[in-house]
């Protein structure tokens, strides 16, 4: 069983940042790909960015291209992403993601098989 504990969320001011972190218990953690995702209110769940297995290929959306970093640590089976810039846009809660039968990243929902509970983001501007 896999399970993906986010934390790092909050309450922050336009132009801020936050390190979101993202824990998995699970064996072969260097096994899946890892993505964030984000619903903010009133609309629907939307692909933020996704990391390869070895970490040496990285994606995002184009809404956080140059803003955002995602990064991972296969040793410490830990998953991050690094927000910077954030604006009122970006309030949304954001939940962590692993895919272990795709090869190759994906950036839609259904691929991935494992999910966070989320983390609530705020930005206020």
């Known amino acids: 069983q896999v399970q993906l504990v986010e934390s790092g969320g909050g309450l922050v001011q336009a132009g801020g940042s936050l390190r979101l972190s993202c824990a998995a218990s699970?064996?072969?953690?260097?096994?899946?790909?890892m993505g964030w995702f984000r619903r903010a209110p009133g609309k629907e769940r939307e692909f933020v960015a996704a990391i390869s297995r070895t970490g040496s290929n990285t994606y995002y959306a184009d809404s956080v291209k140059g803003r955002f970093t995602i990064s991972r640590d296969n040793a410490k089976n830990m998953a991050y992403l690094q927000m910077t810039g954030l604006e009122p846009e970006d309030t949304a809660v954001y939940y962590c993601?692993?895919?272990?039968?795709?090869?190759?990243?994906?950036?839609?929902?259904?691929?991935?098989?494992?999910w966070g509970q989320g983390t609530q983001v705020t930005v206020s501007s």
């Open positions: 993601s692993a895919d272990l039968r795709s090869p190759q990243v994906r950036e839609t929902a259904k691929s991935y098989d494992y």
């Open positions: 699970v064996r072969s953690f260097g096994s899946f790909i």
